[in-house]
């Protein structure tokens, strides 16, 4: 646990509060973006009621309750919770209550605005079993690899070491549709036991070379680069699709006044998987 208590302690902090003078004047959880459950919010609002019920006792009037954030950058995850929440929100805090309901969904504004590309440096070779069971296990017969990428724990994914990885990494290099997967760890640069990104997952054999695509990485991303072995932080590209791109040129916004706003940083705009340009900074 991050910050925060349970909700067996709340009743002594509340006693607590009682004592000290202090005002509790609301509630806030917050279920991590890494959580693919939407249940959990289910018991984290029925939670939140009981601490509610509980202040009354104590004669706080409590009027703010704050459902925090962990939406990822994707519409559906979004619509899922909303699905499971609402109904409940009209049980636990109906309309008319007197509370307040907010929440911070940073992480679903600037998830998608970020797509990270890393670079296959090095992979190992090692026995099949030598992965803990579960997902991406597929026999002890066959290989598994290790993959080593450019970019890891001490640079854009940083919020591995506190929660799990939310996006699941994508081949770039095409590949046949009956090509053999094979189980697969993903690790950063550093050699520290700490720098590995995806524990177990099944991909086709990849080459030093090769490079791995993550969607979604716009939230605790490009936060100040580690000391650690002097890692930079990545290049950023600007991307637009081919229909975008149109219908700024329609607008009255030209490539050359683009460019111009966009001097301070390497830039490309994407007209298509086949066609794009790019310009220097």
Known sequence: MKFGTTLKNCRHLLECAKELGVQIIGVKFHVSSACKESQVYVHALSDARCVFDMAGEFGFTMNILDIGGGFTGTEFQL?????VISPLLDVYFPEGSGIKIISEPGSY???????????????KVVENDKFSSGVGKTGSDEPAFMYYMNDGVYGSFASKLSEDLNTIPEVHKKYKEDEPLFTSSLWGPSCDELDQIVESCLLPELNVGDWLIFDNMGADSFHEPSAFNDFQRPAIYYMMSYSDWYEMQDSGITSDTMMKSFFFVPSCIQLSQEDSFSTEA
Do not use: D, M, P
């Not at 619509?79 to 699905?83: D, P």
């Open 79 to 83: 619509e899922e919770v909303n699905h």
């Open 109 to 123: 504004y600037v998830s998608s605005a970020f797509t990270l590309a890393v670079n296959i440096i090095a992979k």
